[in-house]
Protein backbone atom coordinates (compact mmCIF):
# COMPACT_ATOMS: atom_id res chain seq x y z
CA UNK A 1 0.00 0.00 0.00
CA UNK A 2 1.30 3.61 -1.44
CA UNK A 3 1.65 5.78 2.05
CA UNK A 4 2.68 9.17 2.19
CA UNK A 5 4.65 9.07 6.16
CA UNK A 6 7.08 9.78 8.18
CA UNK A 7 10.23 7.06 7.70
CA UNK A 8 10.33 6.32 11.68
CA UNK A 9 6.59 5.57 11.21
CA UNK A 10 6.65 3.36 8.14
CA UNK A 11 9.80 1.50 9.68
CA UNK A 12 7.90 1.24 12.65
CA UNK A 13 5.00 -0.36 10.83
CA UNK A 14 7.21 -3.02 8.98
CA UNK A 15 8.98 -3.67 11.69
CA UNK A 16 5.55 -4.62 13.77
CA UNK A 17 4.63 -6.77 10.51
CA UNK A 18 7.95 -9.13 11.05
CA UNK A 19 6.76 -9.96 14.47
CA UNK A 20 9.06 -9.72 17.06
CA UNK A 21 8.50 -11.22 20.43
CA UNK A 22 10.45 -8.90 22.16
CA UNK A 23 11.33 -4.94 21.42
CA UNK A 24 13.54 -3.04 23.79
CA UNK A 25 13.26 0.60 24.39
CA UNK A 26 15.21 3.32 25.22
CA UNK A 27 14.82 6.57 23.78
CA UNK A 28 17.87 8.53 21.86
CA UNK A 29 17.24 11.21 18.98
CA UNK A 30 17.01 10.42 16.22
CA UNK A 31 15.40 7.08 16.43
CA UNK A 32 12.93 7.51 19.05
CA UNK A 33 9.90 7.77 16.81
CA UNK A 34 10.45 4.47 15.90
CA UNK A 35 10.32 2.57 19.44
CA UNK A 36 7.37 5.05 20.50
CA UNK A 37 5.53 3.94 17.00
CA UNK A 38 5.93 -0.02 18.43
CA UNK A 39 4.93 0.98 21.45
CA UNK A 40 1.96 2.26 20.51
CA UNK A 41 1.34 -1.04 18.32
CA UNK A 42 1.70 -3.09 21.06
CA UNK A 43 -0.69 -1.22 23.58
CA UNK A 44 -3.42 -0.81 20.65
CA UNK A 45 -3.14 -4.93 19.79
CA UNK A 46 -1.54 -4.44 16.59
CA UNK A 47 1.43 -5.87 17.46
CA UNK A 48 0.17 -9.34 19.55
CA UNK A 49 2.58 -11.21 21.26
CA UNK A 50 5.67 -8.88 21.45
CA UNK A 51 6.12 -7.82 25.00
CA UNK A 52 7.55 -4.06 25.12
CA UNK A 53 10.36 -3.51 27.63
CA UNK A 54 10.91 -0.08 28.83
CA UNK A 55 15.25 0.14 29.72
CA UNK A 56 17.17 2.26 31.89
CA UNK A 57 19.49 3.18 28.92
CA UNK A 58 21.16 1.64 25.88
CA UNK A 59 23.45 -1.16 27.59
CA UNK A 60 20.44 -2.58 28.84
CA UNK A 61 18.40 -2.00 25.36
CA UNK A 62 20.98 -4.79 24.04
CA UNK A 63 21.33 -6.37 26.95
CA UNK A 64 17.92 -7.54 27.50
CA UNK A 65 17.81 -8.28 23.83
CA UNK A 66 20.16 -10.62 24.29
CA UNK A 67 18.68 -12.19 26.95
CA UNK A 68 15.59 -12.54 24.98
CA UNK A 69 17.44 -14.20 22.10
CA UNK A 70 19.02 -16.69 23.69
CA UNK A 71 15.73 -17.65 25.08
CA UNK A 72 14.51 -17.84 21.29
CA UNK A 73 12.50 -14.87 21.10
CA UNK A 74 12.35 -12.70 18.02
CA UNK A 75 14.38 -10.03 19.54
CA UNK A 76 14.30 -6.41 18.21
CA UNK A 77 16.32 -2.80 19.15
CA UNK A 78 17.18 0.82 18.07
CA UNK A 79 19.97 3.04 18.78
CA UNK A 80 21.91 5.78 17.59
CA UNK A 81 25.37 7.53 17.98
CA UNK A 82 26.36 7.66 21.60
CA UNK A 83 23.55 5.50 22.26
CA UNK A 84 25.61 2.81 20.45
CA UNK A 85 28.84 3.62 22.27
CA UNK A 86 26.96 3.06 25.55
CA UNK A 87 26.28 -0.26 24.47
CA UNK A 88 29.80 -0.92 22.64
CA UNK A 89 30.17 -4.33 25.40
CA UNK A 90 26.39 -5.92 24.35
CA UNK A 91 27.03 -4.75 20.48
CA UNK A 92 30.43 -7.16 21.01
CA UNK A 93 28.77 -10.27 22.94
CA UNK A 94 25.71 -10.04 20.64
CA UNK A 95 28.06 -11.10 17.57
CA UNK A 96 29.94 -13.55 19.63
CA UNK A 97 27.02 -15.21 20.88
CA UNK A 98 25.62 -15.67 17.83
CA UNK A 99 22.58 -13.94 18.28
CA UNK A 100 20.32 -12.95 15.51
CA UNK A 101 19.17 -9.61 17.09
CA UNK A 102 18.10 -6.95 14.20
CA UNK A 103 18.76 -3.61 15.34
CA UNK A 104 18.23 0.17 13.81
CA UNK A 105 20.59 2.13 14.10
CA UNK A 106 19.95 6.06 13.22
CA UNK A 107 23.00 7.34 12.14
CA UNK A 108 24.48 9.76 13.69
CA UNK A 109 27.15 11.95 14.66
CA UNK A 110 29.28 11.12 17.74
CA UNK A 111 30.60 13.95 20.07
CA UNK A 112 32.36 15.89 21.68
CA UNK A 113 31.32 18.47 20.83
CA UNK A 114 27.76 17.28 21.00
CA UNK A 115 26.30 16.83 17.67
CA UNK A 116 22.44 14.99 17.07
CA UNK A 117 23.02 15.24 13.53
CA UNK A 118 23.29 12.64 10.65
CA UNK A 119 27.16 11.07 10.00
CA UNK A 120 28.41 7.60 10.00
CA UNK A 121 30.76 8.17 12.71
CA UNK A 122 28.28 5.74 14.98
CA UNK A 123 28.00 2.73 12.43
CA UNK A 124 32.37 3.35 11.43
CA UNK A 125 33.09 2.76 15.56
CA UNK A 126 31.38 -0.49 15.57
CA UNK A 127 32.06 -2.33 11.98
CA UNK A 128 34.61 -4.33 13.32
CA UNK A 129 32.08 -5.67 16.04
CA UNK A 130 30.66 -9.16 14.16
CA UNK A 131 27.19 -7.43 13.35
CA UNK A 132 26.86 -7.13 9.26
CA UNK A 133 25.81 -3.73 8.60
CA UNK A 134 23.11 -2.73 5.67
CA UNK A 135 22.73 0.88 4.58
CA UNK A 136 19.52 2.26 3.19
CA UNK A 137 19.44 4.76 0.10
CA UNK A 138 15.98 6.11 0.63
CA UNK A 139 12.84 5.41 3.73
CA UNK A 140 11.86 2.51 0.65
CA UNK A 141 14.90 0.63 1.29
CA UNK A 142 15.07 1.18 4.80
CA UNK A 143 11.67 -0.66 4.95
CA UNK A 144 12.27 -3.14 2.94
CA UNK A 145 15.94 -4.04 4.36
CA UNK A 146 14.21 -4.61 7.88
CA UNK A 147 12.34 -7.50 6.32
CA UNK A 148 15.57 -8.79 4.79
CA UNK A 149 17.44 -8.15 7.90
CA UNK A 150 15.28 -10.90 10.19
CA UNK A 151 15.72 -13.12 7.55
CA UNK A 152 19.24 -12.90 7.44
CA UNK A 153 19.74 -12.67 10.69
CA UNK A 154 18.10 -15.92 11.25
CA UNK A 155 19.71 -18.16 8.51
CA UNK A 156 23.41 -17.02 9.99
CA UNK A 157 22.62 -16.98 13.58
CA UNK A 158 24.01 -13.52 13.16
CA UNK A 159 22.89 -10.16 14.48
CA UNK A 160 22.24 -7.16 11.54
CA UNK A 161 22.27 -3.54 11.88
CA UNK A 162 20.29 -1.49 9.85
CA UNK A 163 21.68 2.01 9.39
CA UNK A 164 19.25 4.77 8.11
CA UNK A 165 20.66 7.82 7.93
CA UNK A 166 18.97 10.33 10.81
CA UNK A 167 16.76 12.94 10.21
CA UNK A 168 17.33 12.62 6.66
CA UNK A 169 15.56 9.35 6.42
CA UNK A 170 14.25 9.23 9.91
CA UNK A 171 11.90 12.76 9.79
CA UNK A 172 11.58 12.58 5.77
CA UNK A 173 8.03 11.91 4.69
CA UNK A 174 8.20 10.20 1.71
CA UNK A 175 5.74 7.78 -0.22
CA UNK A 176 6.99 4.31 0.12
CA UNK A 177 5.21 1.36 -0.54
CA UNK A 178 4.35 -0.63 2.86
CA UNK A 179 3.81 -4.33 2.58
CA UNK A 180 0.86 -6.08 3.81
CA UNK A 181 1.12 -8.63 6.38
CA UNK A 182 0.44 -11.62 4.67
CA UNK A 183 3.62 -10.29 2.09
CA UNK A 184 5.55 -10.37 4.67
CA UNK A 185 4.32 -13.35 6.74
CA UNK A 186 5.30 -15.24 2.99
CA UNK A 187 8.80 -13.94 2.80
CA UNK A 188 9.85 -13.96 6.63
CA UNK A 189 8.78 -17.24 7.85
CA UNK A 190 8.50 -17.93 11.98
CA UNK A 191 11.67 -17.98 13.79
CA UNK A 192 13.18 -20.90 14.80
CA UNK A 193 16.74 -20.05 16.62
CA UNK A 194 19.72 -22.08 15.83
CA UNK A 195 20.43 -22.12 19.60
CA UNK A 196 18.76 -21.12 23.15
CA UNK A 197 18.07 -21.84 26.34
CA UNK A 198 15.94 -24.95 27.52
CA UNK A 199 15.18 -26.12 30.73
CA UNK A 200 15.10 -29.38 29.72
CA UNK A 201 18.46 -29.44 28.33
CA UNK A 202 20.45 -26.80 30.41
CA UNK A 203 23.46 -25.55 29.32
CA UNK A 204 25.17 -22.27 29.70
CA UNK A 205 25.76 -19.41 26.77
CA UNK A 206 27.91 -16.88 26.90
CA UNK A 207 30.70 -18.16 30.00
CA UNK A 208 34.42 -17.75 30.13
CA UNK A 209 36.15 -19.27 26.99
CA UNK A 210 39.93 -19.42 27.40
CA UNK A 211 42.75 -19.89 25.48
CA UNK A 212 42.00 -23.52 24.36
CA UNK A 213 38.82 -22.44 22.68
CA UNK A 214 38.56 -18.35 21.53
CA UNK A 215 40.36 -18.40 18.32
CA UNK A 216 37.91 -21.18 17.22
CA UNK A 217 35.08 -18.48 18.74
CA UNK A 218 36.34 -15.68 16.89
CA UNK A 219 36.76 -17.85 13.55
CA UNK A 220 33.12 -19.22 13.73
CA UNK A 221 32.20 -15.50 13.78
CA UNK A 222 34.57 -14.60 10.85
CA UNK A 223 33.01 -17.72 8.72
CA UNK A 224 29.79 -16.28 9.59
CA UNK A 225 31.07 -13.08 7.78
CA UNK A 226 32.18 -14.99 4.56
CA UNK A 227 28.48 -17.11 4.23
CA UNK A 228 26.77 -13.90 4.69
CA UNK A 229 27.58 -12.38 1.56
CA UNK A 230 25.58 -14.98 -0.12
CA UNK A 231 22.70 -15.51 1.69
CA UNK A 232 22.41 -11.28 1.36
CA UNK A 233 22.37 -11.58 -1.96
CA UNK A 234 19.76 -14.83 -2.29
CA UNK A 235 17.48 -12.37 0.44
CA UNK A 236 17.68 -9.79 -1.92
CA UNK A 237 16.66 -11.95 -4.98
CA UNK A 238 13.61 -13.31 -3.30
CA UNK A 239 13.18 -9.89 -1.76
CA UNK A 240 12.45 -9.14 -5.51
CA UNK A 241 10.46 -11.99 -6.61
CA UNK A 242 8.01 -11.30 -3.74
CA UNK A 243 7.57 -7.95 -3.55
CA UNK A 244 8.68 -6.99 -7.10
CA UNK A 245 11.26 -3.92 -6.27
CA UNK A 246 15.05 -4.18 -5.48
CA UNK A 247 16.64 -3.30 -2.40
CA UNK A 248 19.40 -4.99 -0.40
CA UNK A 249 21.86 -6.97 -2.29
CA UNK A 250 25.94 -5.95 -1.62
CA UNK A 251 26.07 -3.44 -3.87
CA UNK A 252 24.45 -1.71 -7.02
CA UNK A 253 25.76 0.51 -9.80
CA UNK A 254 24.42 3.38 -11.64
CA UNK A 255 25.55 3.89 -15.42
CA UNK A 256 28.63 2.65 -14.56
CA UNK A 257 29.48 -0.37 -16.90
CA UNK A 258 31.23 2.47 -19.39
CA UNK A 259 31.93 5.36 -16.68
CA UNK A 260 35.73 6.88 -17.03
CA UNK A 261 35.09 8.17 -13.33
CA UNK A 262 33.62 6.21 -11.04
CA UNK A 263 31.92 7.75 -7.51
CA UNK A 264 31.27 4.97 -4.64
CA UNK A 265 29.16 6.02 -1.48
CA UNK A 266 26.36 4.78 0.91
CA UNK A 267 23.71 6.10 2.46
CA UNK A 268 21.30 8.68 1.50
CA UNK A 269 23.51 10.77 -0.27
CA UNK A 270 23.23 8.57 -3.20
CA UNK A 271 19.71 10.32 -4.33
CA UNK A 272 21.45 13.10 -4.64
CA UNK A 273 24.49 11.73 -6.79
CA UNK A 274 22.05 9.96 -9.14
CA UNK A 275 21.01 14.07 -10.08
CA UNK A 276 24.28 15.20 -10.18
CA UNK A 277 25.05 11.85 -12.74
CA UNK A 278 22.19 12.46 -14.75
CA UNK A 279 23.36 16.21 -15.35
CA UNK A 280 27.12 15.28 -16.09
CA UNK A 281 25.44 12.58 -19.34
CA UNK A 282 23.44 15.20 -20.44
CA UNK A 283 26.58 17.01 -20.49
CA UNK A 284 28.36 13.76 -22.40
CA UNK A 285 30.47 12.77 -19.21
CA UNK A 286 30.89 9.59 -18.88
CA UNK A 287 30.55 9.36 -14.91
CA UNK A 288 28.80 6.83 -13.28
CA UNK A 289 28.10 5.04 -9.28
CA UNK A 290 28.49 2.37 -6.71
CA UNK A 291 26.25 2.61 -4.01
CA UNK A 292 27.42 -0.43 -0.97
CA UNK A 293 24.28 -1.63 0.48
CA UNK A 294 26.56 -4.11 2.78
CA UNK A 295 28.98 -2.34 4.47
CA UNK A 296 29.97 -5.87 6.68
CA UNK A 297 30.41 -7.79 5.25
CA UNK A 298 32.97 -5.54 2.86
CA UNK A 299 31.96 -6.30 -0.68
CA UNK A 300 35.16 -6.41 -2.16
CA UNK A 301 35.17 -8.50 -5.09
CA UNK A 302 32.04 -7.00 -6.10
CA UNK A 303 33.82 -3.54 -6.12
CA UNK A 304 36.40 -4.74 -7.63
CA UNK A 305 34.87 -6.04 -10.85
CA UNK A 306 32.57 -2.99 -10.53
CA UNK A 307 35.86 -0.85 -10.60
CA UNK A 308 38.08 -2.72 -13.00
CA UNK A 309 37.33 -0.07 -16.05
CA UNK A 310 37.45 3.49 -14.44
CA UNK A 311 39.88 5.45 -15.05
CA UNK A 312 39.21 7.62 -11.36
CA UNK A 313 37.61 6.62 -8.32
CA UNK A 314 35.64 8.80 -6.16
CA UNK A 315 35.09 8.07 -2.87
CA UNK A 316 32.27 10.00 -1.21
CA UNK A 317 31.82 9.31 2.51
CA UNK A 318 30.05 10.92 6.08
CA UNK A 319 33.07 9.38 8.28
CA UNK A 320 36.65 9.91 8.65
CA UNK A 321 39.58 8.50 10.59
CA UNK A 322 41.23 11.40 11.68
CA UNK A 323 44.90 11.89 10.81
CA UNK A 324 44.51 8.65 7.90
CA UNK A 325 41.64 9.00 5.32
CA UNK A 326 37.81 8.13 5.18
CA UNK A 327 37.13 4.65 6.69
CA UNK A 328 35.60 3.79 3.30
CA UNK A 329 38.76 4.44 1.39
CA UNK A 330 40.63 2.35 3.37
CA UNK A 331 38.48 -0.47 2.65
CA UNK A 332 37.97 0.38 -1.17
CA UNK A 333 41.59 0.83 -1.77
CA UNK A 334 42.14 -2.25 -1.04
CA UNK A 335 39.87 -3.32 -3.56
CA UNK A 336 41.03 -1.28 -6.12
CA UNK A 337 43.99 -1.67 -8.63
CA UNK A 338 46.71 0.16 -7.33
CA UNK A 339 47.58 2.51 -10.97
CA UNK A 340 43.72 3.97 -10.55
CA UNK A 341 43.82 6.88 -8.93
CA UNK A 342 41.43 7.07 -6.01
CA UNK A 343 40.37 10.77 -4.41
CA UNK A 344 38.64 10.81 -1.04
CA UNK A 345 35.89 13.55 -0.44
CA UNK A 346 34.47 13.67 3.00
CA UNK A 347 31.15 15.16 2.85
CA UNK A 348 28.05 15.88 5.40
CA UNK A 349 29.80 15.91 8.85
CA UNK A 350 27.57 16.22 11.82
CA UNK A 351 24.80 16.95 9.29
CA UNK A 352 26.28 19.51 7.21
CA UNK A 353 24.24 19.80 3.69
CA UNK A 354 25.74 18.20 0.68
CA UNK A 355 24.20 20.51 -2.10
CA UNK A 356 24.17 19.18 -5.69
CA UNK A 357 25.62 22.28 -6.56
CA UNK A 358 28.87 21.96 -4.36
CA UNK A 359 29.30 18.26 -5.31
CA UNK A 360 29.36 19.26 -9.18
CA UNK A 361 32.05 22.05 -8.13
CA UNK A 362 33.50 19.73 -6.84
CA UNK A 363 33.83 17.03 -9.63
CA UNK A 364 34.86 20.10 -12.15
CA UNK A 365 38.02 21.10 -10.09
CA UNK A 366 39.25 17.59 -9.53
CA UNK A 367 39.67 17.25 -13.07
CA UNK A 368 42.37 19.75 -13.03
CA UNK A 369 43.88 19.74 -9.07
CA UNK A 370 43.78 16.98 -5.95
CA UNK A 371 43.13 13.87 -8.18
CA UNK A 372 44.39 11.11 -5.81
CA UNK A 373 44.08 12.86 -2.95
CA UNK A 374 41.65 13.43 0.35
CA UNK A 375 39.44 16.48 0.08
CA UNK A 376 36.60 17.70 2.67
CA UNK A 377 33.44 19.71 0.66
CA UNK A 378 32.84 23.61 1.32
CA UNK A 379 35.16 23.48 4.12
CA UNK A 380 35.58 26.89 5.51
CA UNK A 381 39.34 26.87 4.94
CA UNK A 382 39.72 30.46 6.65
CA UNK A 383 37.77 29.65 10.26
CA UNK A 384 40.43 26.35 10.31
CA UNK A 385 43.04 28.47 9.11
CA UNK A 386 42.85 31.12 12.00
CA UNK A 387 42.44 28.36 14.48
CA UNK A 388 45.72 26.27 13.46
CA UNK A 389 47.86 29.72 13.32
CA UNK A 390 46.19 30.37 17.08
CA UNK A 391 47.35 27.06 18.20
CA UNK A 392 50.68 27.16 16.08
CA UNK A 393 51.58 30.51 17.51
CA UNK A 394 50.78 29.51 20.89
CA UNK A 395 53.09 26.13 20.35
CA UNK A 396 55.99 28.38 19.36
CA UNK A 397 55.91 30.77 22.31
CA UNK A 398 55.90 27.63 24.68
CA UNK A 399 58.92 26.14 22.34
CA UNK A 400 60.91 29.02 22.92
CA UNK A 401 60.43 30.33 26.20
Known sequence: MLKQVEGSHSLAETIAMCRPEVVCAYPITPQTH???DLGALVKDGTLKGCEYINVESEFAALSVAIGSSVAGARSYTATSSQGLLFMAEAVHNAAGLGLPIVMTLANRAIGSPINIWNDHSDAMSM????????????NQEALDLHIQAFRIAEELSCPVMVCVDGFILTHAVERVDVPT??????????F?????????????IGTLVGPDAFTEVRYLEHQKQLRAY?????ASSDFKKAFGRDAGGTIRTYKADDAQTVIVAMGSVVGTLKDMIDEKREAGEKIGL???SSFRPFPDREIQAALASAEHVVVLEKSLAAGQDGVLTSRVKLSLDAGIPLTTLIAGLGGRPIPKNSLTKFMEDIKTQGKGEMHFLDLKQDVVEKQLQSTSAHYEEKRSA
Open 290 to 292: VSI
Open 181 to 190: QEEVDEYLKP
Open 230 to 234: DVIER
Open 34 to 36: IVE
Open 127 to 138: RDAGWLMLFAED
Open 192 to 204: EPIMKLDVEEPMT
